[in-house]
């Protein structure tokens, strides 16, 4: 990633409490790639499945004006001279990437909105995004994709500049402290929770533990800010508890109790809607997403936006890339392989349903992920959720994934290891009526789109 980064030598040096007395050095850009070094590049080596320190001669050679690097990394020793006095040494680079992040974000004054939760964050992102984008783009950032970790909201941050009036920042975990690390760098003046569920509970080891790691979004916000969680979010009292002891406000959303949005009626490709009074039809299936689109409303009431430029915003809002997008040749394919947990699977299968106008539709399910010891819990969980729907058949993919089916009892069910996708394909062409709605969804690592690729050869 690279994104603008003006400043002097001097002043990097400075920060990170190093004498400097070169002030006609500067840097202009930021980057954690070596294939990205420009001219006066700063650039952060970050250890990941390679070793970016291996790349710090080859930045220089680039034109790096700067470098950061490990304490007494080994690669110093091969180093040039020159270049060494060039390099900023620290604990931790992606420490330190988070420092340059915060010093950059406090420069400037912009109004920031932090977004995390179990799922559907970057949904409620793009909510708040597409409605403010009618502000004018030029001074709004957001976090773009899925850059929500401790090297995308740094990047992000560092798209702000003196234009800037508004941030939208999305910040995900799969660990105790990074939503801590996160909003400190960020500083949100308002905070929004999506839900509470078991993603990454593999690591956390329990839901209670995973409301605590989301509620560390306050440990970066300003007493008397405000956070918006849902009505129902599991384990309530944590948010409660830890809005007391640092002085946040809550306010809760619920579709059910809102006075800014009522569902009217549910139709096979969304809902009719009424929205601040107003008639205001819906084109997405899934009532999950009405859920925070009532959160989203709340707070854009809360900070007096106009209604005319939220409705405006809202027409525009359309399904991301692998988020329930439907591709249509022999059969309805809903792309939703973005990512899976057990809250979004059964978010997106009752979406399905209501796409499929509650007639027979199909499911191919990939494993989850990220849920160790409770893995097969969740699996039936999910097995028995699907024997309440009118799908007719139920398709397995993976290892864990033969638990949804072993709990199903009513429909068609296949399984296929991770190694069997071609024989996947073809069971579909063979078992699958046409114009079936086939729902194909597991988590990233699954790489399920290679079935939707395959289902878009089908004849």
């Not at 990170?16 to 990205?36: A, H």
């Not at 050679?61 to 620290?90: F, M, W, Y």
């Not at 944590?238 to 549910?266: H, P, R």
């Not at 900070?303 to 409705?311: A, G, N, P, S, Y």
Request: aromatic share 10%; hydrophobic share 40%; proline share 2%.
């Amino acid at each position: 990633m690279i994104e603008k980064f003006i400043y002097s030598t001097h002043t990097i040096f400075r920060l990170f409490g190093f004498d400097s007395f070169d002030f006609s050095s500067k840097v202009e850009t930021i980057t954690n790639s070596s294939l990205e070094i420009k001219k006066n590049s700063l650039f952060i080596p970050l250890i990941a499945s390679r070793d970016g320190h291996d790349f710090i001669e080859e930045a220089f050679e680039k034109g790096a004006s700067l470098a950061l690097s490990k304490k007494n990394h080994p690669i110093l020793k091969k180093i040039s001279k020159s270049n060494l006095e060039k390099i900023i040494q620290v604990d931790d680079t992606l420490l330190a990437l988070g420092k340059l992040a915060s010093f950059h974000r406090s420069r400037f004054n912009p109004f920031v909105i932090g977004i995390t939760g179990s799922s559907g964050k970057t949904t409620t992102k793009e909510l708040f995004s597409i409605i403010f984008l009618e502000f004018g783009a030029k001074y709004i950032v957001y976090t773009e994709k899925n850059f929500n970790n401790e090297i995308g909201v740094p990047f992000t941050l560092f798209k702000i500049n003196s234009e800037t009036k508004l941030a939208i920042i999305e910040m995900g975990m799969n660990h105790k402290t990074e939503i801590s690390r996160l909003t400190k760098i960020a500083c949100p003046d308002i905070g929004f929770i999506t839900n509470i569920g078991p993603c990454h509970i593999e690591n956390l080891g329990s839901i209670e533990n995973i409301a605590k790691a989301k509620a560390e979004i306050m440990e970066g916000m300003k007493k008397k800010s405000v956070l918006f969680i849902p009505d129902e979010v599991l384990n309530k009292e944590v948010f409660i508890n830890k809005a007391k002891s640092f002085g946040i406000q809550l306010k809760k959303f619920s579709l059910k109790k809102s006075k800014l949005i009522k569902l009217k009626k549910q139709n096979t490709d969304g809902f009719e809607l009424e929205i601040f009074d107003k008639k205001f039809n819906w084109n997405l299936a899934g009532i999950k997403i009405l859920e925070n689109l009532s959160g989203v409303l709340e707070a854009m009431n809360y900070l007096k936006f106009d209604k005319e430029k939220i409705l405006n915003g809202l027409k525009k809002f359309k399904a991301k890339d692998k988020r329930m997008v439907i591709e249509k040749n022999q059969f309805h394919v809903i792309n939703d392989t973005y990512n899976a947990n057990p809250d979004s699977m059964i978010s997106s299968i009752l979406a399905t349903e209501q796409l499929s106008d509650k007639k027979d539709f199909v499911l191919i399910l990939g494993d989850m992920k990220e849920l160790g010891k409770f893995s097969k819990f969740y699996h039936e969980k999910i097995g028995e959720f699907i024997d309440s729907t009118n799908a007719y058949l139920v398709i397995s993919y993976g290892d864990d994934s033969k638990w949804i089916i072993e709990k199903i009892k009513t429909k068609q069910k296949k399984h296929f290891p991770i190694e069997e996708i071609k024989d996947l394909i073809l069971f579909v062409e063979m078992n699958v009526k046409k114009n079936s709605f086939i729902l194909v969804k597991g988590s990233r690592s699954m790489k399920m789109e290679k079935i939707v690729e395959g289902l878009r050869d089908v004849k």
